[in-house]
């Protein structure tokens, strides 16, 4: 049974950054594909970063140039540095983990999920 672990959210003024964590309670993070997702008021739960088990990653045009995703296979810890963060940002962000999403961003490609992390940006 995979949990996942989210932190690091909070309130923070617009332009300003935060870095999200996940820890993982599996063997090691690197055999799994990892995302982030976030859930904002009235709209649908979005997929924002992928991370495949071989490293490559990709990115939501939304979010696309202010987000950084890494992965600490030591800590089995994934992590989402947001920058340039922006009021319409708030929402819950969430953890999820699979052995075969390859990194993609939909969400049901994910059968793991944290509770997650509130982001709001005033």
């Known amino acids: 049974h995979v949990q996942l672990v989210e932190s690091g959210g909070g309130s923070v003024q617009a332009g300003g950054s935060l870095r999200l964590s996940c820890v993982a309670s599996?063997?090691?993070?690197?055999?799994?594909?990892m995302g982030w997702f976030r859930k904002i008021p009235d709209k649908e739960r979005e997929g924002i970063a992928g991370i495949d088990s071989d490293g490559s990653t990709r990115y939501a045009d939304s979010m696309k140039g202010r987000i950084i995703l890494s992965q600490d296979n030591a800590k089995n810890t994934l992590y989402l540095q947001m920058n340039s963060l922006k009021p319409e940002d708030t929402g819950m962000y969430y953890c999820?983990?699979?052995?075969?999403?390859?990194?993609?961003?939909?969400?049901?490609?994910?059968?793991?999920w944290g509770q997650g992390t509130q982001v709001t940006v005033s």
């Open positions: 999820a983990a699979d052995l075969w999403a390859m990194g993609r961003l939909g969400a049901s490609e994910y059968d793991y």
């Open positions: 599996v063997d090691t993070i690197g055999r799994y594909c």
